[in-house]
């Protein structure tokens, strides 16, 4: 019951704290002083205060796409075990809708940039699509070479499965399945070197466009659906990357929270030493990620 | 020992990815250079220490580590070769058909009558593989120079598969086998440079027709 407690707190409460600690490290290697770590919350608390403009031409489906949005990648941090602990909702198979929740996210983000005739925003959906289409299968060949070592098809059995002996005897695989989830871990999130989250009204952009019309409420629920994103499939990465267990269960947890926000340490690196790469060379470099994937999973089945 | 020789050869596979993927000259050139030197360090990880190993080790490590990456960027240099390595077919496809290759060479490997000791290791799959991608680095590519890269690469699967009868292989015909390689890129090389001081491209698909001054 405290698991299940502590699961649904730090899904609620942890995510802005890692775009904070994002920002921070980026503002470190510029060499400035950086927002406070807590700026995302205060972003989220004055954008919840704000009134919403909703253009006439939209309909329901704009105000709708937030909220299914939120609630889909809320559904799916219910599904994800964070570290040694088993989700709260668990059963046979959940590795799917865990996927497909993400495919709904993004449908209804893609559909409300859509419905409100801007071309500009029209371009921001056809990239998104795009490049899902190239990150899908990543995660979903990764899933699914965890499913067969661990054989089950239970998101909790799957990722708390990894342990430090199994690293040792398939080293390979899980290096390439890690390496793998972390572009996949980029990609979804839009960070660089796939998109800039930063910038505003750039042709080079992905995810910003498609939420430019939102504002006030809707636009906090977008940005909070983001960092809830961040924070669920970092879980996926560190329950591969890391697994350690301490024996007891509240230091699991405290493993977790730390490892997630040297994750956040770790993108905010990347990004900091990285350009973002040419609109041609995304493709690439996801193919290339679905590749890896493919080459673990072949490398189990042998 | 052998399954860190097995994730030596996972790395060698996914160099001949990488080399497939990428776009830069000078990148696959380094790259086929760490390939080579990672095929050095293999022979120590599966045979008993001895001073002919130890050699045969160092020698490798030299010639394909060292020597030829620095001769074959020497010819870039000279022959003043644009980075880019132009290929016929873009790079998504030949990184999928190089995919493609690799999942192949372990299915075959499978179906092959491989003695016991031999089954559970990744050499043959690794070798064929190494060897497929070779050839479509030889195969795709526009420039006489990644040509040159590609027949590297086909050789080091050659001689993955050579690491198997490392017992009955003397140390002569290893060594006869690096400097007939040598002797190759040196040529190569300097066919190189004649390409570009003749025709001021080196662009193969522009090299079949014939025509009289």
């Known amino acids: ?302 | 020992m052998n399954s860190f020789a097995d994730q030596l050869l996972v790395l060698v596979m996914l160099i001949n990815l990488v080399m497939l993927g990428s776009s830069r000259l000078l990148f696959s050139i380094r790259a086929v250079a760490v390939q080579g030197a990672i095929l050095g360090i293999l022979p120590g990880l599966i045979h008993p220490f001895s001073g002919h190993l130890a050699a045969i080790t160092v020698g490798i490590i030299l010639i394909k580590g060292v020597l030829i990456p620095y001769l074959i960027s020497d010819a870039v240099r000279k022959a003043h070769i644009r980075r880019e390595v132009e290929p016929f077919i873009g790079y998504v496809p030949t990184l999928f058909l190089g995919a493609i290759f690799t999942a192949l060479a372990f299915v075959f490997a499978e179906k092959l009558p491989l003695a016991p000791e031999h089954k559970e290791l990744l050499f043959v799959p690794a070798s064929i593989a190494t060897l497929l991608a070779g050839f479509l680095i030889l195969t795709t590519r526009k420039k006489a120079i990644s040509q040159v890269i590609g027949y590297l690469v086909l050789e080091n699967g050659i001689f993955i598969f050579g690491l198997l009868l490392t017992e009955a292989m003397p140390f002569m015909v290893e060594a006869g086998a690096l400097l007939d390689l040598l002797v190759g890129i040196f040529v190569m090389g300097i066919v190189i440079n004649q390409i570009s001081q003749e025709f001021s491209s080196i662009d193969t698909s522009r090299l079949r027709a014939l025509k009289e001054e």
Not at chain 1, 94 to 122: N, P, Q
Not at chain 1, 246 to 259: E, I, K, P
């Open chain 1, 1 to 302: 019951m405290t698991d299940i407690i502590i699961h649904c707190l730090i899904a609620l409460l942890l995510p802005p704290l890692l775009l904070g600690v994002i920002t921070k490290t980026k503002a470190a290697f510029a060499g400035r002083v950086g927002a406070p770590f807590f700026q995302p919350y205060y972003d989220l608390l004055k954008l919840m205060r704000k009134g919403s403009v909703f253009s006439t031409t939209t309909t329901w489906v704009f105000k709708a796409g937030p909220l299914v949005t939120l609630a889909a990648i809320l559904v799916a941090a219910l599904l994800v075990p964070l570290g040694r602990h088993h989700a709260p909702i668990s059963f046979q198979g959940d590795m799917v809708l865990f996927a497909y929740l993400f495919g709904l996210a993004r449908f209804f983000t893609a559909i409300a940039a859509l419905d409100t005739g801007s071309s500009f925003e029209g371009m921001g959906a056809a990239r998104e699509v795009t490049f899902s289409c190239l990150t899908e299968p990543t995660l979903f060949i990764a899933l699914i070479t965890l499913a067969r070592m661990s054989r089950s098809l239970q998101l909790s059995t799957l990722l708390t499965y990894p342990t430090p002996a199994i690293w040792l005897a398939a080293g390979a695989s899980m290096l390439l399945l890690v390496v793998a989830l972390f572009i996949v871990l980029l990609a979804e999130n839009c960070r660089i070197p796939f998109d800039d989250p930063t910038t505003h009204l750039e042709l080079t952009m992905i995810h910003e466009v498609m939420v430019l019309d939102h504002s006030g409420p809707a636009f906090g629920v977008i940005l909070y659906g983001a960092a809830l994103k961040l924070l669920v499939l970092g879980a996926i990465f560190i329950n591969i990357a890391l697994p350690v267990t301490t024996g007891n269960s509240y230091g699991d947890w405290l493993v977790f929270v730390v490892a997630m926000l040297v994750l956040s340490v770790l993108i905010g690196v990347v990004e900091s030493v990285m350009a973002r790469l040419r609109m041609v060379r995304i493709p690439q470099l996801l193919v290339g990620a679905t590749i890896l994937s493919a080459f673990a999973m072949l490398l189990v089945l042998r």
